[in-house]
Structures are given as C-alpha cells and as structure tokens.
C-alpha cells in the first residue's frame, strides 16, 4: 500500500507578507507585489521585493556571513515548523531538509564583486546554493539528510517532490521542503534584461506589467522570497493529531531534453501524465492549475499546449492562473510559493485570479480565472507546474485533506 503524504506546515516569506492566509486573500483581491526597483539600472526593472525584519530570527551577530538568501529561507523554513504544530518525539536523525535554490547568495557575490578589492571572508560561504537548507538545518537541528536541488526554476518544486519520495520509502520521518531566492541586485537584474526575458513597461505601470497567456505579454518580473511544507506521512499526522492542509498525491519529474531555454511541450505533458497517474487521477478529476505562466510569448504557448495535448475535451473544464502576475519569478522558490497557493486553493476551494489580462492571446485559449475572488466549490484535486530552464519539468498534484 502507497504511503499517503500529508502537507501538515506551510511557512512562507513572500512580497505580499509572511502569513499564508494574509498572502493568499491579497493574491484573491487580485493585489500586485510589483514594482519599480533599482533606479541606477540604463534600463527601468520592475521586481517583487519582501519586506523581511531579520531581528525576528538572527542577531546581529549571527548575521556575520548569512546571504538574505538563507535568511528568507531560515525564516519560511521555522514558520512552517511552527504551523505544522508539535512535531512529537521525532528522532533528529529522522527529519530531512529538502530545498530548492537556483542561484545561492546573489548579495553576498554581488558584494564581493564591487567590494574595491576588499573581499569579505565569508563570501564562500554566504552564497554557496547550499546555504539556505544548512542554515535550515542548524536552526531546525536536523540531523538526516539536509540536500539543495538547483534545477533554475523548477528547484523548489523538484526538492518538494524528491521529499514526498523520501517519506513514502520511509527514509525520514519528517521532511521540510521548499525553497528560496533572493536575486534583486543589479548584476542579476543586468543579465536577466540580457536575455530579454523581462517585462518591459512605462512609467507608472510596472505593477501590471506581468500578463501571462494576454495578447501584450512581454516577459516576466522577477520575485524574492522563501516558502517550506512540513510533510509526512498521512498516518503518522494523524496519530499525533496535525492538521491536513492538503495531501500531496502525484508528481511528475522529467526533462525536455532539447533545448536549454526553450521549452517544449511534449516533455511537459510528460510531466504532467506522470503527476496524474502517480495519483491514479484523470485529467477531468483536476480542477485547477497554478500555471508556470512566465508571461514570455514562447512559454505561455508551449504551456497551453501542453495541458491541451493531456487533457483533450476537459481542457475547458481546467481553471488556470498564472499567480506570477502578482508576486514575480521566484526562480528557485517559485516551485514552493506557488505549491502552498495550490494547496491553500483547495484548501478553501478559491482560485487565484490570472491577473492583468485584458485580451487571451488566441495561441493560449485556456479557461483562465479572469475575475478576483472566484470561488471553487467542487474542487477536489488541483497541480502546480514548474518548467526550467535546462529543459527541467516538474509537476505536483494535491488533493482536498
């Protein structure tokens, strides 16, 4: 018999704030975390930022050679500890870290980078990817298997699955799984706008600027933040009494194996079959999905293709919104912040709307929540799609606790 795994702590640092419910009732208000950032850029940049008080977690001297990226982390990580409630007499040994990063310490590299020549002793170890679930770890005490996966922007989504994995084959007992990413300092921004993957707007606008599936689309804005789930099996939350926000029932990992940034939508329906019958769900059975949605004129086609190759004529009975409209490309944390959106849409049976677009763009026909506040009374099973670069697809699917 399969092991049920059971979300039971949800923990996140985002640009709309650091409480779950608070995040999600704006996201259902259709409110924008974008904005103008970085002035001295030539060109204009619009990102999502957090406002994080590091004095709720660290010292001043614990700070000494803690990149921003593994003080969000640290931070998600023990609000979903604390959610997930009293864990019980849970061997150290038997709790894994799972996390996701894509790019490590941006700050710390950056610093080093324009530091005149004075280079901080402790760069190495600020922005090595591995930072953030190490310093999970020694917040935690976690003492099993404490591993960081950096797949661009499916990292955090693959890290959650390769969790739900170890608590179905019994290797932990408890495992805490998401991811972080904190990316807004100029030379990341500088490279991204290279690749011309960035939303471009005028003067006034940048909040709306990210349009998934729309006619005017032009790219995505980059997000910072951190979001964890405290999984574990279903039996093992139900002896000592936790709360189920949602159960983890399928995932789909595979690669494109074609391109490294162009995405293709045979290796995502790949994924996305892989979810639903690891669920043992059809296509019709799912109700909604969190798209990837980056709002490229590529990806948003590939994406809507995709679904339409593995759902057939259910596909206009699939709900689908992009929420990165609203808080940005995560990267590496998108995976976890949009898996506790999914899981706090069923949970409350709400669908995120698809922000910002006025006009669907005929390659991308899907049945988009269009409106703010839009409820779901009959939703039972939803998924979330992560798809990165490097040709990486990953895809969760959760059930109604």
């Given at each position: 018999m399969t092991t049920e795994v059971a979300v039971t702590g949800l923990g996140l640092v985002a640009p709309h704030g650091d409480d779950p419910g608070t995040v999600f009732d704006a996201?259902?208000?259709?409110?924008?975390?974008?904005?103008?950032?970085?002035?001295?850029?030539?060109?204009?940049?619009?990102?999502?930022?957090?406002?994080?008080?590091?004095?709720?977690?660290f010292t001043k001297l614990q700070l000494a050679g803690v990149d921003r990226v593994s003080q969000l982390a640290v931070a998600a990580a023990d609000l979903a500890v604390r959610d997930a409630g009293a864990l019980g007499n849970v061997d150290p040994e038997r709790i894994g870290i799972y996390a996701g990063c894509g790019m490590g310490g941006a700050g710390a590299l950056e610093a080093a980078y324009r530091g005149a020549g004075r280079m901080p002793p402790l760069t190495i170890p600020a922005f090595m990817p591995n930072a953030p679930a190490s310093q999970v770890?020694?917040?935690?005490?976690?003492?099993?298997?404490?591993?960081?996966?950096?797949?661009?922007?499916?990292?955090?989504?693959?890290?959650?699955?390769?969790?739900?994995?170890?608590?179905?084959?019994?290797?932990?007992?408890?495992?805490?799984?998401?991811?972080?990413?904190?990316?807004?300092?100029?030379g990341v921004l500088l490279a991204w706008q290279a690749m011309q993957t960035l939303a471009g707007f005028a003067p006034g606008e940048a909040a709306s600027a990210i349009r998934p599936f729309a006619t005017d689309r032009s790219g995505f804005a980059l997000g910072e933040g951190a979001a964890f789930l405290v999984l574990e099996s279903a039996e093992r939350a139900r002896l000592r009494g936790a709360r189920s926000h949602a159960t983890l029932a399928g995932w789909g990992i595979g690669c494109d194996a074609t391109h490294l940034t162009k995405p293709d939508a045979p290796g995502q329906a790949r994924a996305l079959r892989a979810a639903l019958r690891q669920a043992g769900l059809q296509p019709r059975d799912v109700g909604y999905c969190n798209a990837h949605g980056t709002a490229t004129r590529i990806?948003?086609?590939?994406?809507?293709?995709?679904?339409?190759?593995?759902?057939?004529e259910a596909l206009d009975d699939l709900r689908?919104?992009?929420?990165?409209?609203?808080?940005?490309h995560l990267l590496g944390a998108a995976g976890a912040l949009e898996a506790v959106i999914t899981v706090l849409a069923l949970a409350r049976r709400?669908?995120?709307?698809?922000?910002?677009?006025?006009?669907?763009?005929?390659?991308?026909?899907?049945?988009?929540?269009?409106?703010?506040?839009?409820?779901?009374?009959?939703?039972?099973?939803?998924?979330?799609?992560?798809?990165?670069?490097?040709?990486?697809?990953?895809?969760?699917?959760?059930?109604r606790a």
């Open positions: 996201l259902m208000r259709g409110e924008s975390a974008l904005g103008p950032v970085l002035p001295e850029l030539p060109k204009p940049a619009a990102a999502a930022t957090v406002a994080f008080d590091e004095s709720r977690w770890a020694m917040r935690q005490r976690v003492q099993g298997p404490v591993l960081t996966y950096s797949v661009a922007c499916a990292s955090s989504a693959v890290a959650i699955a390769e969790a739900a994995k170890a608590v179905q084959r019994g290797e932990v007992d408890i495992a805490i799984a998401g991811g972080s990413e904190a990316l807004i300092v100029p990806g948003d086609v590939v994406e809507r293709n995709a679904l339409a190759e593995v759902w057939g689908v919104s992009s929420t990165k409209a609203l808080h940005g709400q669908l995120p709307p698809n922000a910002h677009c006025q006009t669907i763009d005929p390659e991308c026909s899907l049945n988009l929540v269009r409106e703010a506040g839009e409820a779901a009374p009959q939703l039972e099973a939803a998924i979330s799609s992560s798809f990165a670069f490097g040709g990486t697809n990953a895809v969760l699917l959760f059930r």
